[in-house]
């Protein structure tokens, strides 16, 4: 089953303003990521917080963690039109080995002019 | 470098047809994954392998096999296709270890099987 789930499905906002996506999960983990994935392509790897840490920053993106309610917020400062994607959130259970991860369902970002 | 690369990129099959997507990766890494990804359901694992000669299952494996003979290819074999197979597959690689280029994953573009 999921692990995770993300909140909103879909998101439309205009270039210029925030857009910030939530993910909850159900397990304890290692460390959870977001990914990105334009229309048609792989997801590229964007930001990664591991369980100890509450907060991580990389350029216009600000990640939160909170391992108490499973949850965790991607935040998009300044959002640009090329910004439009889907974000999957994932985590690493850390059971098992392989360092595998399990995928959330998912937030469609389109950012208008 | 060209990362991971998936082959082919699009595919037609019959129901009970048989293929064998081919992944590779140019960047020494030890464990592979392959994924499938349907619309709403996100990316569910099928199998990983953590080495060469090596393989685990993952999330979703029947109907699947895998093969790692070879450190830089990781096969997904359909022995006998069902229209419930129709999806995009990804393959991924990552290294093993704690640093966070080691955990995160490096995807593939993607191949779209279509079974009819």
């Known amino acids: 089953s999921q692990q995770g789930e993300e909140d909103p499905q879909a998101l439309s906002i205009q270039e210029g303003e925030n857009a910030t996506m939530n993910c909850s999960y159900k397990t304890s983990i290692n460390n959870l990521q977001w990914y990105r994935q334009n229309s048609g392509r792989g997801l590229v790897h964007l930001i990664l917080?591991?369980?100890?840490?509450r907060e991580k920053h990389s350029g216009r993106l600000r990640v939160t963690l909170d391992t108490s309610k499973k949850s965790s917020s991607l935040l998009i400062t300044a959002s640009r039109a090329a910004d439009t994607a889907s974000y999957f959130c994932a985590t690493d259970a850390a059971t098992g080995g392989g360092n595998k991860l399990t995928f959330g369902t998912g937030t469609q970002l389109k950012v208008e002019l | 470098n060209a990362g991971v690369t998936q082959t082919p990129k699009f595919r037609v099959l019959k129901t009970g047809q048989s293929m064998t997507l081919l992944c590779a990766q140019d960047m020494n890494h030890e464990y592979m994954y392959w994924y499938r990804q349907d619309p709403g359901m996100g990316l569910r694992l099928i199998h990983y392998s953590v080495g060469e000669g090596t393989t685990a299952k993952g999330e979703v494996p029947d109907g699947y096999n895998v093969s790692r003979l070879k450190k830089q290819n990781f096969l997904l074999g359909l022995e006998s296709a069902a229209p419930s197979q129709t999806s995009v597959y990804f393959c991924a690689s990552s290294r093993p270890g704690l640093a966070v280029i080691q955990e995160t994953q490096y995807f593939g573009p993607g191949t779209r099987l279509l079974v009819l």
């Open positions: 917080i591991r369980s100890n840490e």
